[in-house]
T-cell receptor, first 110, second 117 residues
Framework: KNEVEQSPQNLTAQEGEFITINCSYS?????LHWLQQHPGGGIVSLFM???GKKKHGRLIATINIQEKHSSLHITASHPRDSAVYIC????????????FGQGTRLTINP | KAGVTQTPRYLIKTRGQQVTLSCSPI?????VSWYQQTPGQGLQFLFE???????NKGNFPGRFSGRQFSNSRSEMNVSTLELGDSALYLC????????????????FGEGSRLTVL
């Protein structure tokens, strides 16, 4: 079993829909990252969380440390949100040793 | 402010050759980490450098090595290339702090896409 599991693996939705991507992990962590990867490979860090909730524009990320679970929400989704979203956990303080989920491929149709 | 720069962006090698990839972090960032991305295994951590010292290493064979220079630029080297080394190699930089504790926000380069024939 992978240490980091994402669901769903693929998600197709219509423009304007509310999107939720889930990430569960089985190890102790110091932080969790949500990353976005567009075709061509470049990765953008969306959030780094160690507790609670963060919001940037239409994106919201939450984490429940006790339940070892995080969610990424996209409100009013748009075709430009189409990308692969990757959850990654940092295993211990002061390091960048990340363990990655397998990614969620999101497609937003106009 | 310039982002993370990786060179070369694309390269083709043959089995048995070696390759060196370069990563220039954002100015002022002292931590550089490297990752391999393949369709089969996804993203995997290779190693991390902070102030010229390797702090962590992933589960890769000794053919994979790296180093960091005093200006924080980093290189990774893969010797005796195998077909399975074909991948997108990504580096990321972050600010890091003197005690080694890292603020953690990562900035990724565009990657170097290696094809081994």
């Amino acid at each position: 079993k992978n240490e980091v599991e994402q669901s769903p693996q693929n998600l197709t939705a219509q423009e304007g829909e509310f999107i939720t991507i889930n990430c569960s992990y089985s190890v102790g962590i110091s932080a969790l990252h949500w990353l976005q990867q567009h075709p061509g490979g470049g990765i953008v860090s969306l959030f780094m969380l160690s507790s609670g909730k963060k919001k940037h524009g239409r994106l919201i990320a939450t984490i429940n440390i006790q339940e070892k679970h995080s969610s990424l929400h996209i409100t009013a989704s748009h075709p430009r949100d189409s990308a692969v979203y990757i959850c990654a956990v940092r295993l211990f303080q002061g390091a960048q040793k990340l363990v990655f989920g397998q990614g969620t491929r999101l497609t937003i149709n106009p | 402010k310039a982002g993370v720069t990786q060179t070369p962006r694309y390269l083709i090698k043959t089995r048995g050759q070696q390759v060196t990839l370069s990563c220039s972090p954002i100015s002022g960032h002292r931590s550089v980490s490297w990752y391999q991305q393949t369709p089969g295994q996804g993203l995997q951590f290779l190693f991390e450098y902070f102030s010229e010292t390797q702090r962590n290493k992933g589960n890769f064979p000794g053919r994979f090595s790296g180093r960091q220079f005093s200006n924080s630029r980093s290189e990774m080297n893969v010797s005796t290339l195998e077909l399975g080394d074909s991948a997108l190699y990504l580096c990321a930089s972050s600010r890091g702090l003197a005690g080694g504790t890292n603020t953690g926000e990562l900035f990724f380069g565009e990657g170097s896409r290696l094809t081994v024939l």
